[in-house]
Every structure is written in structure tokens, then in C-alpha cells.
């Protein structure tokens, strides 16, 4: 968003890292958590299509994720919580206890998103969302810094024929799993 604005490619290293290092992110916790950039509040706005294919471009840059790794760390021991990302128990927080890697089918995903998409009134097309979205896998899967990966440590839930009370039961029962 942030590069967005100050009309800085997303692949300009130098440049982003002077951006990552002078902006001012925070989030704001709770049932609706909430972004800010400098003050401004960009929740609704960071999960537009175009803005999420840009932040996995930014964010493969490596001074910009040692930026964003340091912020989350952060956000994490002063918060605490739940926390979501594609490397937030690899590389954020590894040495967290209760790790969970969430997938499903690329076609439930993009569905998923699709309808997401839809019921905020922004249009969108079926073919392109999941294009996107195997886009975004793959260069978060391949990025040299901190890729998407799932290592033994985690606990995967197929959360394509689930519903999210399924999803919850199936964490729930894990961390009491691991607590007996």
C-alpha cells in the first residue's frame, strides 16, 4: 500500500527499503483487527487483489521482510494471540509451541476469495482469482527470504470440506492433544 502511494515499483529494493524503514504500521487487536499505515486506518483496503499480489512482491525483498519480521515480533510479544502469515512459525515465531498450517484445494481457495471479493461489492472474476492466487503461492513458495513453508513442526488442517466451526474443533482438539 505504502509503495503504492509513493509510486515505488514493487521490485525497486533500494527504494522499498528506504520506504519499509520509515513508515509507521501498526495493528490494532481485536475481534476486527485493524491496520494502520502512519495513523491512516487501511484494513478494507489491503485486501484488494492488486494490493496482494503487490505485497508479495514487496514483501519478498529481503531488507523488507527483516523490517516486517521485526515488526511482527513485536506486535506478537506485545499482543500475544493468534497470528497468521506464511512464515510466522518458520521464521517469526519458531519456537512457538502450537503451530498450524491451514490449506485447502486451490479451487476452494479461490472460491473462497472470490466470494469475499463479491460480498464487498468489488468485482471479480472466478478464472482470475485463482490464477492469482496459485501466482502468489508460487512466489511465496520460491522467494529466497523466508518462503512459504510448512515444516514438521506444524500441524496441517485441510480446511477444504470444513466448516469454521471444523476448523476450530480440529485446532481445539489439537492443543488439548498436545496438552495431555
Same mark, same amino acid.
Given at each position: 500500500m505504502a509503495a503504492r502511494r509513493a509510486a515505488i515499483p514493487t521490485r525497486d529494493e533500494s527504494g522499498l527499503e528506504s520506504l519499509a524503514n520509515g513508515v509507521r504500521i501498526e495493528f490494532i487487536p481485536g475481534e476486527s483487527g485493524r491496520a494502520l499505515l502512519d495513523g491512516e486506518d487501511i484494513t478494507s483496503l489491503i485486501r484488494t487483489?492488486?494490493?496482494s499480489m503487490a505485497a508479495s512482491d514487496v514483501s519478498a525483498v529481503p531488507a523488507?521482510?527483516?523490517?516486517? !519480521? %521485526?515488526l511482527q515480533q513485536e506486535l506478537g510479544r506485545r499482543d500475544g494471540g493468534v497470528l497468521e502469515g506464511r512464515d510466522i512459525g518458520t521464521k517469526v515465531f519458531p519456537e512457538t509451541p502450537y503451530k498450524f498450517f491451514l490449506t485447502a484445494r486451490p479451487? !476452494? %481457495?479461490?472460491e473462497r476469495r472470490y466470494r469475499e471479493l463479491l460480498d464487498k461489492g468489488q468485482p471479480a472474476d472466478f478464472a482470475t482469482v485463482?490464477?492469482?492466487a496459485t501466482a502468489?503461492?508460487?512466489?511465496?513458495s520460491t522467494r529466497a527470504d523466508s518462503p512459504l513453508t510448512c515444516d514438521a513442526s506444524y500441524t496441517i488442517v485441510d480446511t477444504s470440506d470444513l466448516t469454521i466451526d471444523g476448523v476450530v474443533r480440529r485446532i481445539v482438539d489439537a492443543v488439548r492433544a498436545r496438552q495431555e
Open positions: 487483489p492488486d494490493i523488507v521482510r527483516r523490517v516486517l !519480521v %521485526r479451487e !476452494v %481457495r479461490a485463482l490464477a492469482e502468489r503461492d508460487e512466489q511465496d
